[in-house]
């Protein structure tokens, strides 16, 4: 007798926060990084999408919003559905992405500890989620 399939709803309550917290503590990473990467550097004349501030604020929010898609498409691989997998994991990604925006105001009103502490918060909400998840052959 195969073993229960977990409750396809419930999974998906901790998929789309998990790939949420996944993608908002990427970011918060990446803010950190180009605020580091910005310490040392001279106030630049003009804005350029070259420079390294840039690059790595672009870089990285793409790979934010990947990596919140991946993890979301992970952790709903026991629905077997590749299309709702899919769908659940854009939308996982993309709300990631909006719900980055916190971290403009945590970046101004506490500067890069502020991220630091946004980024561990993020990846403590992750790390329960994901470890209340069922898995394959799992019981929810």
Request: charged residues 10%; glycine residues 12%; proline residues 10%.
């Amino acid at each position: 007798m195969p073993p229960p399939a977990p409750d396809p709803v419930s999974l998906v309550f901790r998929a789309l926060p998990f790939g949420m917290a996944v993608g908002v503590g990427c970011q918060a990473l990446v803010t950190w990084t180009v605020r580091t990467v910005q310490l040392g550097a001279p106030a630049a004349p003009a804005t350029s999408l070259g420079s390294t501030p840039a690059v790595v604020l672009l870089v990285g929010t793409l790979a934010g919003i990947v990596l919140a898609g991946v993890a979301c498409w992970r952790v709903l691989s026991p629905i077997g559905n590749p299309w709702r997998q899919t769908m659940l994991s854009l939308i996982a990604g993309l709300g990631s992405f909006a719900l980055s925006l916190v971290t403009l105001p945590i970046d101004r009103r506490f500067g890069r500890p502020g991220l630091l502490m946004l980024a561990g918060i993020c990846g403590l909400i992750a790390l329960l989620l994901v470890r209340r998840a069922p898995t394959v052959g799992q019981e929810s």
